[in-house]
């Protein structure tokens, strides 16, 4: 049976150089639950090295975390990806590790990049430079990702900075999945209505790199149940699995969790 389930598929960790210390396992789960969120995604730039905390944290919760990471292509463009388990998400990340440039991060510059385990403790500190652009283009990211098993789309392009529709011009007619990321600033409404006959599914979500930006924005997600092969079929928009920016009127009557999300 088909329902409609919430979540926010753009969420930083303290690993991401740019995030607030409340970015912590615990603090995202405990936020996200309070949220109303049926599912969330661990997506770090250029790493992944603190999703398996957050899966750890969430065990034993109604919260499901999927594993990704906010690719930085070549271009400068920002790539939403998510896999299926943590045996392709490393993968992904190792081939990723080769495109990064050469150095090591400046904490007092870029901010700390921290590893840590399910209960907040640091376990380590990775110096390779996950802020900056990866030396790799963005249609070798796509195959590389969608070789894994992954599901990938171009984030927030609503924005000025990094989004694919800025630096490119256009939407690659040839992107794996016809889906792209508004940000929680868009107008929501505005932007169904300009994409409606396009053929693109819009998804909405927080990009959050503080515990207060969890949940801001989500979408709605019509499938059996909030696994990764029913959101590969949502997001392929296939078997009657759908996803909404703006709250079905029927998501209530479903059951799902319909907590009031601030754009």
């Known amino acids: 049976m088909l329902r409609w389930y919430v979540g926010d598929l753009h969420i930083h960790t303290v690993l991401s150089p740019c995030s607030e210390l409340t970015m912590g ?33 969430a065990q034993g919760t109604r919260l499901q975390v999927f594993p990704g990471i906010e690719v930085s292509t070549r271009e400068e463009i920002h790539m939403i990806t998510l896999f299926p388990a943590l045996e392709q998400l490393f993968d992904f990340q190792e081939w990723l590790y080769s495109q990064l440039q050469e150095g090591e991060n400046d904490p007092s510059l870029w901010g700390p990049q921290l590893v840590v385990d399910e209960r907040e403790n640091i376990v380590a500190e990775n110096m390779r430079l996950l802020g900056l652009p990866i030396h790799a283009p963005y249609d070798q990211v796509v ?26 011009g256009f939407l690659p007619a040839d992107l794996p999945f016809r889906i792209v990321e508004l940000s929680r600033r868009a107008n929501l409404a505005d932007a169904v209505e300009r994409y409606s006959g396009s053929g693109m599914q819009l998804i909405t979500a927080s990009d959050a790199h503080d515990v207060e930006q ?7 997600f019509r499938m059996s149940e909030p696994s990764f092969p029913e959101l590969l079929l949502a997001c392929r928009g296939e078997n009657g699995r759908q996803i909404a920016v703006l709250e079905p009127e029927e998501a209530g009557r479903s059951g799902a969790s319909c907590a009031a999300a601030v754009h």
Do not use: C
């Open 214 to 220: 969890i949940g801001t924005a989500r979408s709605w």
């Open 25 to 57: 396992p615990q603090d995202i789960v405990r936020t996200a639950i309070h949220q109303g969120l049926d599912f969330i995604a661990i997506t770090d730039h250029n790493s992944a090295e603190n999703v398996p905390a957050v899966q750890r944290a």
């Open 143 to 168: 195959r590389e990702t969608v070789a894994r098993e992954g599901i990938i789309y171009p984030a927030h392009i609503d924005r000025r900075a990094n989004s694919m529709v800025r630096t490119l």
